[in-house]
């Protein structure tokens, strides 16, 4: 066995082929676009696994082939071929413990698990810690004997965290169901969880199938985006219309690409940027697309001073909040903006936090298709001009607040 750099080990235990019957072999079956047994070893890899063996019985150069078919992996994965993996994961443990940082994840077949249950495996105070169901354990590197570690052993109930092995076709449903639940964000609001995901996790479930990826399809709805911007420009009616519809449509699809790169382990921070850059890029250019068609149907003189504040506060917000994420390495999601009110106890913190579901685009989307079915697009103007207001002054607050709170930390 190489030595590998100290990182959290994992030790794999894949069982011999007929011990999948019905065609359900981990190297086969595949949930959403991927094999069971790549499922296992990506959340692995996602959880902070750098070092991986599988211990099988099968012909360790099968198993090796289909590794390097599948190029794209992260972490350095061997595989042993054992009569017994069971009777020889005490002495493979011991090894990998050696190597290893802070201790091992003993996976005890493959499974579809969420990568956050490693590190709170790992956080159960140095202790053996295991996942109810036993199938996934991380044992500290000074206590993988099994003599100890069944002894210490602290089962953890996960809260909402997916960890189930597939044997049969109701094993199948039930983790595909628990995988598009997970989809959902804590974060979503009415219209999101209720509206919005129904529809793009179907379209996700479809797509997970093919080539195509997280990035591309961002691109894609970028795209959209540009003819949302097309049609508001031509307004009055129809032009409102159906721009109304498609900006509603894509706030949608927007969901898409992050379903898919959860559901196929290919979110990145590069793929985070860039969802970010092309979801912004899109809404300024339908604001703008907007102006044209209003200024073109015949505005007022409030109107104008009102179109003409909404892009000045629109691209300072912008520019403000993409200066906070560089500024503070907050990734390359807005949502990473730290703002105070959402923790704040006073009058002020509480009504903007009954106001923040407005400034979500998955509302905002549906307000903006319901006045453009109406004809009635004119009125989101004000509503935009005092939201992007507000928006730039809480960015602002924002970079006041985190800079004072890193420099009390200093101290």
């Not at 069982?15 to 999948?20: H, K, L, N, S, V």
Request: positive net charge; hydrophobic residues 45%.
């Amino acid at each position: 066995m190489s030595q590998p750099k100290q990182t959290t080990a994992a030790l794999v235990l894949l069982p011999a082929t007929d011990a999948y019957p019905n065609g359900f072999d981990p190297l086969q079956l595949r949930i959403y676009g991927l094999t069971l047994f790549e499922r296992t070893l990506k959340a692995l890899e996602r959880g902070g696994c750098g070092h991986i063996l599988i211990l099988t019985p099968r012909a360790s150069s099968g198993v090796q082939q289909w590794l390097k078919i599948r190029r794209d992996w992260e972490a350095q994965i061997e595989v042993q071929q054992s009569e017994n993996p069971e009777e020889d994961q005490n002495r493979t443990l011991a090894a990998l413990a050696a190597a290893a940082a802070d201790g091992v994840v003993l996976v005890r077949e493959p499974i579809v698990f969420d990568q956050k249950l490693i590190p709170r495996l790992k956080g159960q105070k140095k202790q053996p810690a295991a996942v109810a169901n036993g199938l996934l354990t991380f044992l500290p590197k000074e206590k993988t004997s099994k003599d100890q570690w069944e002894k210490e052993v602290q089962h953890y109930t996960p809260d909402f965290l997916l960890c189930h092995s597939v044997k049969t076709v109701a094993d199948k449903k039930t983790v595909k169901k628990l995988l598009r639940q997970s989809l959902i964000k804590p974060t979503d609001g009415w219209v999101s969880r209720h509206l919005n995901r129904p529809v793009s996790i179907s379209i996700s479930r479809v797509l997970a199938h093919t080539p195509i990826t997280p990035n591309q399809f961002t691109v894609f709805t970028g795209l959209l985006g540009v003819l949302t911007a097309y049609l508001l420009s031509t307004g009055p009616y129809w032009g409102f219309m159906l721009g109304a519809f498609l900006f509603h449509f894509t706030s949608i699809l927007d969901g898409v690409d992050g379903e898919l790169a959860r559901l196929k382990f290919k979110a990145s921070p590069f793929g985070q940027w860039l969802d970010t850059l092309v979801d912004n890029s899109s809404y300024v250019l339908a604001l703008i697309g907007y102006l044209i068609g209003l200024y073109n149907d015949g505005v007022t003189p409030f109107e104008k001073w009102a179109g003409i504040s909404t892009l000045v506060f629109t691209t300072l917000a912008l520019a403000s909040m993409y200066y906070y994420l560089k500024r503070f390495d907050k990734g390359g999601s807005l949502l990473n903006i730290e703002y105070s009110y959402k923790e704040g106890n006073g009058w002020s913190d509480k009504l903007l936090r009954s106001l923040a579901p407005l400034g979500k685009r998955d509302l905002f989307a549906l307000i903006f298709f319901l006045l453009g079915l109406l004809g009635q697009l004119h009125l989101a103007l004000v509503f935009i001009s005092v939201m992007t207001a507000i928006l730039f002054a809480l960015s602002i607050k924002a970079h006041v607040d985190t800079a004072r709170q890193l420099r009390s930390e200093r101290k």
